[in-house]
């Protein structure tokens, strides 16, 4: 099988404003493989103008490579949203995220934006 998901991914905050400052997002997982390399992505959808703050431009992607170890354990990625061009008229927005393994699975988490 390979990646289980032991604990559904959640942000350590569910209502934000923009830009975000700091929303880290966790989950507890495993893969019954005893071990393996997986990469991680984070998604936004590309119809709104809210992005993910990189080093860059701002992206609505981002890529994280991890090895998931054969015994249950929570991981935690930490990342920052912004406006990309003007204001937005959105009260959620969903951030999905991928895991790509010997299996792929697929999990979200949704934040509230405050006007």
């Known amino acids: 099988m390979g990646i289980v998901i032991d604990r559904k991914l959640a ?6 404003s923009l830009p975000s ?10 893969s019954d493989l005893g071990g393996e390399a997986a990469k991680i992505t984070y ?6 103008n809210i992005a993910f703050k990189t080093p860059g431009n701002p992206a609505k992607q981002i890529q994280i490579s991890v090895n998931v170890p054969g015994t249950s354990t929570q991981r935690s990625d930490t990342v920052e949203l912004v406006l ?4 937005t008229s959105l009260d959620e927005i969903v951030i999905k995220q991928l895991i790509e393994a010997e299996n792929d699975v697929q999990n979200s988490v949704v934040l509230n934006v405050q006007s």
């Open 84 to 87: 990309d061009g003007g204001g």
């Open 43 to 48: 998604s936004l959808d590309k119809r709104h």
């Open 21 to 30: 400052g700091t929303v880290i997002l966790r989950q507890t997982l495993h």
């Open 11 to 16: 942000a350590s905050i569910t209502e934000i």
